[in-house]
T-cell receptor
């Protein structure tokens, strides 16, 4: 079974802090994704990566950056956390094939910025 | 712009009744289509996918969906609801076969009454 793990289930940070969210997948998937989930808005793509050191902006990249130094690990960075970044963050991975939309999700990190 | 619309943010059915969750997309090009389910405090799990094979797709837990190009729809159904089906359901589309970049609907919360 594919396993996608995220470093924390719950995280509380202060405004202005630098925040790192880590995601690791164990199935050698080429694609990795970071989403945020907010009530009534569904999931919105922040960034995705289709290969090591490759990244592309999603729909809402402002205030975020990412890093993918190894194939299995994809990190989301909030350079200076703000209260409007309080949300559920979901990481996902998939193969780079016709079924790339069939994504495997981690359990999520609920981030609260005070 | 390409988009996904789920009709009804909340759907309530009785146990044993038919489940119908609606999804429409806007695009001139048939996309790849997916349904995901999210149980409380968990990440998303793939229910089923349409990738240009048979228009009626069977998924896990007795769910199925039918792709209707003329109606640009991909509604999710289950003949008989079970209490364990209570969850949030997301429809998603992808127009990129390799990156798998998904556009999600807003989600529909399914309540199953005893």
């Amino acid at each position: 079974d594919v396993k996608v793990t995220q470093s924390s289930r719950y995280l509380v940070k202060r405004t202005g802090e630098k925040v790192f969210l880590e995601c690791v997948q164990d199935m050698d998937h080429e694609n990795m994704f970071w989403y945020r989930q907010d009530p009534g808005l569904g999931l919105r793509l922040i960034y995705f990566s289709y290969d090591v050191k490759m990244k592309e902006k999603g729909d809402i990249p402002e205030g975020y950056s990412v890093s993918r130094e190894k194939k299995e690990r994809f990190s989301l960075i909030l350079e200076s956390a703000s209260t409007n970044q309080t949300s559920m963050y979901l990481c996902a991975s998939s193969r780079s094939t016709e079924e790339a939309g069939a994504q495997y999700f981690g359990p999520g990190t609920r981030l609260t910025v005070l | 712009a390409q988009s996904v619309t789920q009709l009804g943010s909340h759907v309530s059915v009785s146990e044993g009744a038919l489940v119908l969750l609606r999804c429409n997309y806007s695009s001139s090009v048939p996309p790849y289509l997916f349904w995901y389910v999210q149980y409380p405090n968990q990440g998303l799990q793939l229910l089923l996918k349409y990738t240009s094979a048979a228009t009626l797709v069977k998924g896990i837990n007795g769910f199925e969906a039918e792709f209707k190009k003329s109606e640009t729809s991909f509604h999710l159904t289950k003949p008989s609801a079970h209490m364990s089906d209570a969850a949030e359901y997301f429809c998603a589309v992808s127009f990129s076969s390799n990156t798998g970049k998904l556009i999600f609907g807003q989600g529909t919360t399914l309540q199953v009454k005893p």
